[in-house]
Structures are given as C-alpha cells and as structure tokens.
Nanobody, 115 residues
Framework: QVQLVESGGGLVQPGGSLRLSCAASGIIFQRYAMAWYRQVPGKQRELVAVISQVGSTNYIDSVKDRFTISRDNAKNTVYLQMNTLKPEDAAVYYC?????????WGQGTQVTVSS
C-alpha cells in the first residue's frame, strides 16, 4: 500500500519560514520524481516545485529564491523549505510522486500565512 504522508504545515506570520516533509512508503522512492503542489479553495491545484530522480529541480516563478525542494532517498522523504512566506502562499500543500505508469498523492497539509 502506497502512502505519502505530509507534515510541517501550520500558521506562520508573513516573512516567516516553514519546512514541509513528505514521507513515502510502499514505493521505490528513488525511482519517482517528487513534487509539491498547492491548492486554495475555488482554484485549481498548481505545481509549486518538482525534483527529479537525479535531483534536478524546478519552481514556479512566484516561489523562486524563496522555496527549496530537496529529497533524501535514504529516508524516502521529500522536503519543501519555504522562506519569506507571503499571504498568497497560504494553501493546502500536497506531495506528489510520479513515474511512468503511476502517480500518487498525499492527503495534504495546511499552510496559513497571517499576522
């Protein structure tokens, strides 16, 4: 049974930082590209950052230089370090594992940015 379990969300003031984690089980983690998506009510889920099987990364423009995605294959975990958070970063953040032939989603973790 495949599980992606996110953690690390919460309430933070504008300008603050959070680190999200996503622990994977039931898959051969290093064979999957991993990504973080986010979604706010009434809007489509959007891709925030992706890291390939070999560690190449890509980000949407609005988070470049503020967010960093990384992975630890020994721990089957992907991270999203979020710095200088803005109110518009508030969303439910989802972890995603993808490879040819299948993909999986986590249950999401809420990030709230408010003073």
């Amino acid at each position: 049974q495949v599980q992606l379990v996110e953690s690390g969300g919460g309430l933070v003031q504008p300008g603050g930082s959070l680190r999200l984690s996503c622990a994977a089980s039931g898959i051969i983690f290093q064979r999957y590209a991993m990504a973080w998506y986010r979604q706010v009510p009434g809007k489509q889920r959007e891709l925030v950052a992706v890291i390939s099987q070999v560690g190449s990364t890509n980000y949407i423009d609005s988070v470049k230089d503020r967010f960093t995605i990384s992975r630890d294959n020994a721990k089957n975990t992907v991270y999203l370090q979020m710095n200088t958070l803005k109110p518009e970063d508030a969303a439910v953040y989802y972890c995603h594992a993808n490879r040819a032939g299948g993909d999986y989603w986590g249950q999401g973790t809420q990030v709230t940015v408010s003073s």
